[in-house]
């Protein structure tokens, strides 16, 4: 007689094997029928010639990033950004120890490498000031005194999640630098963390615009009412899309979305690649005049550089209107600018990185006496202490990033910003994964990483023996060239 346990063992093992048996046979169904469904389709080549086993290409594919970043490539190889550049990145968001032991891992002789030059007697503690405030748009009837030189990019709601831009908004307040609301429009959960303001008008005009696309002034006057709107900012261009507008998928225009842009909900919002009502110097100096006279707050563009044959014709515009019609700042986006989507071609090969096109403006505005009328803002991979310390040598007033913040948000450059699918909830709008992000902890990260990146720049501008990063100038870095030597960045880029 076979004892009750002996019996269940018996069944439960029945039981499994037919559940095993069903699976197989099942597989075996379902492999078959894919295999017919390939062998007579026509729009793939290999799923033809090898049906079933060829989809494994394409699922090696879709894997190959993930492995790559995770086992296969070194800590200076990745791209956009490599992993101890992301790694910096993590570490300052949360506060823990950012130190190295042995020797650095950084080939030396790569061009594009910068080199701070340090002096023989570095500024001591006690001698250094802490960065003081700069004053942009002096002519404005509200000025803005930008407290700090590091700050947060645009990036729109909608391209952002709800909760990263109030994650970023509320870290942004603690930090005391600003948030720039990308191309999207100003949104409740832009104000709602109580941080100073850039409100950004891109080419659609989203938020600002009438039932044309057109400005708007009577909704232009209704942003600049927030005390927290400190500046607003015409998009030109951006850096990995240069003359392409905004592209912000349909699944991701909710009635939220469609309402602060004003437009369509459920339908995709293609930008035009330019404003159409500016088409010359004059209009753009026209169009920073008119924002500037409805709001009274400081107005400037934001652009990438490609020709720069016109910056004379355009400096000499300025001059001859009066400096107080100059716009109030510039920023300079890098070819190498990140976004949520872009073509291939533009983020590949359009305009130029921010090295050349940097020192190339900040000379054109000294030869023509206007340096110290319009404030310059560096954007495009300043996520580190070294490449915003080298935007300051350049002759930077200010740098931005977006793509920083996100890494001090918990992006993990799984490359789906374009998709509704981003693991990390940072640029979905799936409730699912927008779980993860909770604002109240991301905010303290993002203090955090503005807190160590303004401290270790300053690190740097003493070892080069200033009391402060904005008194760093060109003399004190160097950059390696093809020949693998290093030029200091004032005989390369000689100041006019």
Not at 29 to 50: A, E, P, S, V
Request: glycine share 10%; aromatic share 8%; charged share 25%.
């Amino acid at each position: 007689m076979i004892d009750p346990v002996s019996s269940f063992a018996i069944n439960f093992v029945a039981i499994l094997g037919g559940i095993l048996l069903l699976i197989v046979i099942g597989g075996l169904i379902i492999g078959l029928i894919i295999y017919q469904i390939d062998k007579h389709q026509t729009k793939q080549t290999i799923r033809r010639n090898y049906p079933l086993f060829g989809r494994f290409r394409y699922v090696f594919e879709h894997l190959g990033e993930f492995f790559r970043q995770y086992f296969f490539a070194m800590d200076r190889e990745e791209m956009p950004f490599n992993r101890a550049q992301r790694s910096w990145c993590y570490r300052a968001a949360k506060d823990i120890d950012n130190t190295i032991a042995f020797g650095s891992s950084r080939d030396l002789r790569i061009p594009g490498t910068y080199f701070f030059l340090n002096c023989p007697f570095p500024t001591l503690k006690e001698d250094a000031v802490k960065n003081q405030p700069l004053r942009i748009g002096p002519h404005c009837r509200q000025p803005f005194d930008a407290k700090s030189f590091f700050n947060i990019s645009g990036m729109s709601y909608g391209a952002l999640s709800k909760p990263a831009v109030q994650a970023l908004s509320r870290g942004a307040r603690e930090a005391g630098c600003w948030m720039n609301t990308g191309e999207g429009g100003l949104s409740p959960y832009h104000l709602e963390g109580g941080c100073d303001i850039v409100c950004q008008i891109g080419t659609a005009k989203y938020g600002v615009r009438d039932q044309q696309g057109m400005l708007n002034d009577e909704k232009l006057k209704e942003k600049a009412a927030h005390e927290q709107v400190k500046m607003f900012e015409i998009k030109l261009s951006q850096g990995a899309k240069p003359g392409k507008g905004g592209m912000l998928p349909a699944e991701k225009v909710s009635a939220d979305i469609a309402a602060i842009r004003g437009i369509p909900e459920g339908q995709a919002s293609i930008s035009p690649n330019r404003h159409p009502d500016i088409a010359s110097i004059d209009d753009l100096l026209d169009m920073v005049s008119h924002i500037r006279e409805v709001t009274g707050k400081p107005v400037g563009f934001k652009l990438v550089l490609g020709s720069t044959d016109w910056l004379d014709e355009f400096c000499e515009r300025m001059v001859s209107r009066g400096i107080e019609e100059a716009p109030d700042f510039i920023t300079l986006d890098s070819s190498d600018g990140g976004t949520g989507a872009a073509p291939m071609p533009l983020m590949d090969s359009v305009g130029l990185p921010l090295r050349e096109s940097l020192p190339a403006l900040v000379n054109k505005l000294i030869m023509h006496g206007l340096r110290d009328r319009v404030r310059v803002v560096a954007s495009g991979k300043c996520i580190n202490p070294t490449d915003v310390a080298a935007a300051l040598c350049m002759g930077a007033d200010f740098c931005v990033s977006a793509r920083g913040f996100m890494f001090a948000l918990g992006c993990i450059q799984a490359l789906q910003c374009n998709k509704n699918t981003c693991p990390t909830g940072i640029t979905t709008h799936d409730k699912d994964l927008q779980r993860g992000l909770v604002p109240e902890n991301k905010s303290v990260r993002v203090t955090n990483y503005h807190r160590h990146l303004a401290n270790e720049v300053e690190m740097i501008a003493h070892s080069c023996g200033v009391s402060e990063p904005r008194k760093l100038k060109r003399k004190h870095a160097a950059i390696v060239i093809d020949s693998g030597r290093s030029v200091p960045l004032d005989i390369l880029y000689p100041e006019m």
